[in-house]
C-alpha cells in the first residue's frame, strides 16, 4: 500500500469498513464482469479492466465527493437529468434520491450496459439513448483508442478508432416546462453544446443544480454560460470526516477523481445541505454505516 494512501485513508474504506474484504476478495477474482453492491443497495455490473468499473469494483463508490454533494443536494421532489450515464452509476444514485431520472447515453455499448443495470434498480429511472446536443438530428460518436481503458472518453465529434451515427436531442425538448433540481453533464467536451440544447430552461432559472465536469483552468466556456444564467460556482473538497464547497479556483485535484465542479442558483441551500459531517451517500437508505 502506498505510503499516501497510510497519510490520507480515503473515507470509502475509513467510514464503510466492510468494503476492505470486499476490495480483498475482487482482487482474487479474474478478469470480466463483476457485480458490486452500492452502498444505497443497488446492484451494478462493472468492467473491473477500465477506470470507471475499476474504482467502484475497489471502493464500491465513484468520484465520493461528488457522490455526496449529489446525496445530499437531491430531493425527493426533483427531476434529475443523468447526461453521459456510462454504465449508471449517478444514475442509480439519483433513481434512490429524486423523484424522477432520466438518463442519457448514446454509445450503444454502454447503452445496452446502463439499461441491464437499470432493470436491476427499483427507482423512477427512464433511458434515454439519444446525445444531448444543440438541437435534434445526428451526429458522429468518436471512440478513441483509450476507450477500453476508459469507457467515459467516447464523445460525439471525436476522432477515434471507431465512430457511430447516432441521435440527438436537445434537452429543452426532453424536459419541456419542467424544473430540474439536478443535472449532471459529462459528455467529453460537448457540455457546451448541450448546455446550448438546454437553454431555455436556464435562462428561465428552472435547473437548480448543475455538477460538471472540466479539465481545463476556470474560467472555461462553461463555467462562464452558467455564471452568466446567475450560477454560483464551487469546487468540491475532500476531507477524512465530510465534503466542503470551497471557491472554484480552489478545487481539489486527485489521481483517480475527474475535476467535478458545482453550479448552484441556490448557494446557500447547498452550504447549508452540504455542511454536515460525515458521508450520508456511503450509509445509504439504511441511514447507518455499512
Same mark, same amino acid.
Given at each position: 500500500?502506498?505510503?499516501?494512501?497510510?497519510?490520507?485513508?480515503n473515507?470509502?474504506?475509513?467510514?464503510?469498513?466492510?468494503?476492505i474484504?470486499?476490495?480483498?476478495a475482487?482482487?482474487?477474482?479474474?478478469?470480466?464482469?463483476?457485480?458490486?453492491?452500492?452502498?444505497?443497495?443497488?446492484?451494478?455490473?462493472?468492467?473491473?479492466?477500465? =477506470?470507471?468499473?475499476s474504482?467502484?469494483a475497489?471502493?464500491?463508490?465513484?468520484?465520493?465527493?461528488v457522490?455526496?454533494?449529489?446525496?445530499?443536494?437531491?430531493?425527493?421532489?426533483?427531476?434529475?437529468?443523468?447526461?453521459?450515464?456510462?454504465?449508471?452509476?449517478?444514475?442509480?444514485l439519483l433513481?434512490?434520491?429524486?423523484?424522477?431520472?432520466?438518463? &442519457?447515453?448514446?454509445?450503444?455499448?454502454?447503452?445496452?450496459?446502463?439499461?441491464?443495470?437499470?432493470?436491476?434498480?427499483?427507482?423512477?429511472?427512464?433511458?434515454?439513448?439519444?446525445?444531448?446536443? =444543440?438541437?435534434?438530428?445526428?451526429?458522429?460518436?468518436?471512440?478513441p483508442?483509450?476507450?477500453?481503458?476508459n469507457?467515459?472518453?467516447?464523445?460525439?465529434?471525436?476522432?477515434?478508432?471507431?465512430?457511430?451515427?447516432?441521435?440527438?436531442?436537445?434537452?429543452?425538448?426532453?424536459?419541456?416546462?419542467?424544473?430540474?433540481?439536478?443535472?449532471k453533464?459529462?459528455?467529453?467536451?460537448?457540455?457546451?453544446?448541450?448546455?446550448?440544447? &438546454?437553454?431555455?430552461?436556464?435562462?428561465?432559472?428552472?435547473?437548480?443544480?448543475v &455538477? &460538471?465536469?472540466?479539465?481545463?483552468?476556470?474560467?472555461?466556456?462553461?463555467?462562464?454560460?452558467?455564471?452568466?444564467?446567475?450560477?454560483?460556482?464551487?469546487?468540491?473538497?475532500?476531507?477524512?470526516?465530510?465534503?466542503?464547497?470551497?471557491?472554484?479556483?480552489r478545487?481539489?485535484?486527485?489521481?483517480?477523481?475527474?475535476?467535478?465542479?458545482?453550479?448552484?442558483?441556490?448557494?446557500?441551500?447547498?452550504?447549508?445541505?452540504?455542511?454536515?459531517?460525515?458521508w450520508?451517500?456511503?450509509?445509504?437508505?439504511?441511514?447507518?454505516?455499512?
Amino acid at each position: 500500500m502506498r505510503a499516501r494512501s497510510l497519510l490520507n485513508p480515503n473515507p470509502a474504506y475509513v467510514w464503510r469498513p466492510r468494503q476492505i474484504g470486499r476490495r480483498l476478495a475482487a482482487s482474487r477474482r479474474g478478469p470480466g464482469r463483476e457485480l458490486v453492491v452500492l452502498p444505497w443497495g443497488d446492484e451494478i455490473v462493472v468492467d473491473p479492466g477500465e =477506470s470507471v468499473g475499476s474504482g467502484i469494483a475497489r471502493l464500491g463508490v465513484h468520484e465520493l465527493r461528488v457522490s455526496e454533494a449529489m446525496w445530499r443536494l437531491t430531493e425527493r421532489s426533483d427531476l434529475a437529468l443523468d447526461v453521459g450515464a456510462n454504465i449508471g452509476y449517478y444514475t442509480s444514485l439519483l433513481g434512490r434520491r429524486a423523484g424522477r431520472v432520466i438518463a &442519457f447515453e448514446p454509445h450503444p455499448v454502454l447503452l445496452a450496459r446502463l439499461r441491464a443495470n437499470v432493470a436491476r434498480w427499483p427507482g423512477p429511472i427512464e433511458v434515454e439513448g439519444r446525445a444531448a446536443s =444543440s438541437a435534434s438530428g445526428q451526429a458522429e460518436l468518436g471512440e478513441p483508442e483509450a476507450f477500453a481503458a476508459n469507457t467515459g472518453t467516447a464523445g460525439l465529434g471525436l476522432a477515434g478508432a471507431r465512430s457511430f451515427t447516432v441521435e440527438t436531442v436537445a434537452l429543452d425538448e426532453v424536459v419541456d416546462a419542467a424544473a430540474v433540481g439536478v443535472l449532471k453533464i459529462d459528455v467529453e467536451g460537448h457540455e457546451l453544446a448541450a448546455l446550448d440544447g &438546454f437553454d431555455t430552461a436556464l435562462r428561465e432559472g428552472r435547473v437548480r443544480d448543475v &455538477f &460538471f465536469e472540466e479539465h481545463e483552468p476556470l474560467p472555461t466556456p462553461v463555467s462562464s454560460r452558467l455564471a452568466g444564467h446567475g450560477y454560483t460556482l464551487f469546487a468540491l473538497r475532500q476531507r477524512l470526516d465530510r465534503v466542503t464547497l470551497a471557491p472554484p479556483e480552489r478545487l481539489q485535484r486527485s489521481d483517480w477523481d475527474a475535476p467535478t465542479y458545482l453550479a448552484t442558483r441556490d448557494p446557500e441551500r447547498a452550504r447549508r445541505l452540504v455542511r454536515g459531517f460525515g458521508w450520508s451517500c456511503l450509509r445509504g437508505r439504511g441511514g447507518e454505516a455499512a
